[in-house]
């Protein structure tokens, strides 16, 4: 059994420790693998009156099994790799199986270990290998994965009641109504279970994606896909709020998820609200919305600050202040108008006026080309964590759709809803709560 045991010791090795048993330290790393490094790292050494400074640490590991899943309260990453997948098996023991291998395989892939029995280059040369490869030596960059069920998991026109969970169901998800302007494109909707990894490296949150799919192989197949990205904080130590693809800060009065009052009330589902099989998870809203930026781009900078009511350089409310100062919206300006306009974006989305609705968004850039035109479409991949998802998202979708100046502006092109169930422990899986 030599043999075997060494095959076995290799594979459950950490990318990282491969690293470091392949004589790479970190630094190595980070010189070899990140194009910027060597600029930075002068920067830094200038910083350091040219003694070189330690290299800057990488996101660390963050736990896969917990009482939530990973990937909704931990800031966003720098990459997202989102998918849509839909289930082909019909059995509820199929189903079961098929949510095991998935959770001991993301539990693989958050810890950096290769994923199944021989990885990417320990199996025999005339087998294809278990895993891809492409994120050997690299770590974990922060990976999370994150799993949420469909309303079709639960029953859909065309499959019925295949895994016997239409009582399971609950009442809130269901594929979202049409808002006003909708422009949903036909196979960007919904999806039996998405998968969504956030790493700070593309190609970590790539290759999870990737080798689940592989995984799952015949038992389910992808429906559709997105990249998404925000700028790569870690790299620079930047604090400030990210800046989205029309240049404004982006996020700036999002639920602080260190508030646990208010992460209660907002965005952990409870047993008493109806499923309790819930009871710790949460539910997802997304949507893909595509943004008009050679308009946006034409537009003078008062018409920009004017739709969503904040300033383009700092992000204060234009009732004044600075960034986090919060919102006078009965204030007027010089010229006798609302200094805030009442149809701006964040007037409409205020809890002030919306009757106190707040969400957790978890909103990414995405850039693709359109083949079909030859134009640009980029926009925001818009994500957000709420407890209730009628109460909450729709609600406010409702509120934003009819009215906002940003409207002009965006189109929405791709949208879903999942229960995201709560997390595991080892030997555990997800979704457990619901199956079991
Ligand atoms: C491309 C589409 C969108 C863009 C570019 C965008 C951008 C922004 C910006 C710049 C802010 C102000 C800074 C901040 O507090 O984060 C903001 C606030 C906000 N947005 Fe959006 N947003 C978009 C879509 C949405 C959607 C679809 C929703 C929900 C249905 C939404 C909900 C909110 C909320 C709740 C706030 C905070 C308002 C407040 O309390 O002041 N946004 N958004």
Redesign the pocket.
């Known amino acids: 059994m030599p043999k075997t045991s060494k095959i076995t010791s290799a594979t459950n090795m950490s990318r990282r420790a491969l690293l470091g048993a392949a004589g790479l330290g970190a630094a190595g790393l980070g010189a070899a693998s990140l194009g910027v490094v060597g600029a930075t790292s002068a920067l830094a050494d200038d910083r350091h009156h040219g003694r070189p400074m330690p290299p800057a640490p990488t996101r660390p590991e963050v736990a896969f099994y917990g009482r939530s899943q990973a990937g909704i309260a931990n800031p966003p990453p720098a990459h997202l790799q989102f998918a849509a997948i839909d289930i082909t098996i019909t059995s509820r023991a199929a189903l079961i199986g098929l949510l095991r291998d998935l959770t001991q395989g993301a539990a693989r892939l958050t810890s950096a270990l290769p994923v199944g029995k021989t990885g990417a280059v320990n199996g025999p040369a005339a087998v294809a290998p278990e895993d891809t490869g492409e994120a050997l030596n690299l770590p974990t960059a922060g990976l999370t994965i994150t799993f949420g069920f469909g309303p079709e998991l639960f029953t859909s026109k065309s499959n019925g009641d295949r895994f016997g969970l239409a009582n399971m169901q609950p009442a809130g998800l269901q594929q979202f109504p049409n808002f006003k302007g909708d422009e949903l494109v036909a196979g960007r909707i919904g999806g039996d279970i998405c998968i969504q990894a956030c790493a700070d490296d593309a190609q970590v949150a790539m290759h999870s994606v990737r080798n689940l799919m592989r995984i799952a192989g015949s038992r389910a197949k992808v429906r559709w896909t997105q990249a998404g990205f925000n700028r790569a904080a870690s790299l620079n130590n930047v604090t400030t709020t990210p800046r989205?693809l029309?240049g404004?800060?982006?996020?700036?009065?999002?639920l602080n998820t260190n508030d646990r009052a208010a992460m209660d009330e907002f965005v952990w589902a409870k047993s008493s609200d109806g499923a309790a099989w819930m009871d710790g998870g949460s539910y997802l809203a997304v949507?893909q919305?595509r943004?008009l930026i050679s308009d946006w781009d034409d537009s003078v900078l008062k018409e920009q600050a004017d739709v969503?009511g904040?300033t383009k350089s700092g992000?204060a409310p234009l009732s004044g202040g600075t960034e986090f100062t919060a919102?006078d919206f009965s204030k007027l300006s010089a010229d006798g108008k609302w200094a805030i306009a009442p149809d701006s974006?964040?007037a409409l989305?205020?809890?002030q006026n919306n009757g106190g609705v707040r969400?957790l968004?978890r909103a990414f850039n995405y850039a693709n080309s359109d083949e079909a035109s030859g134009a640009a479409d980029v926009?925001?991949f818009?994500m957000?964590y709420q407890r209730d998802l009628n109460r909450q998202?729709v609600a406010?979708?409702c509120q934003?759709s009819e009215s906002d100046l940003?409207n002009e502006y965006?189109r929405h092109t791709a949208s879903a809803a999942f229960a995201v169930p709560p997390g595991t422990s080892p030997g555990g899986y997800i979704g457990e709560t619901l199956l079991a």
């Open positions: 989205n029309f404004f800060r982006d996020g700036t009065n999002n949507r919305i943004m969503f904040r992000g919102p974006h964040v989305a205020h809890p969400i968004r926009g925001l818009f957000s998202f406010l979708q934003l940003l965006i």
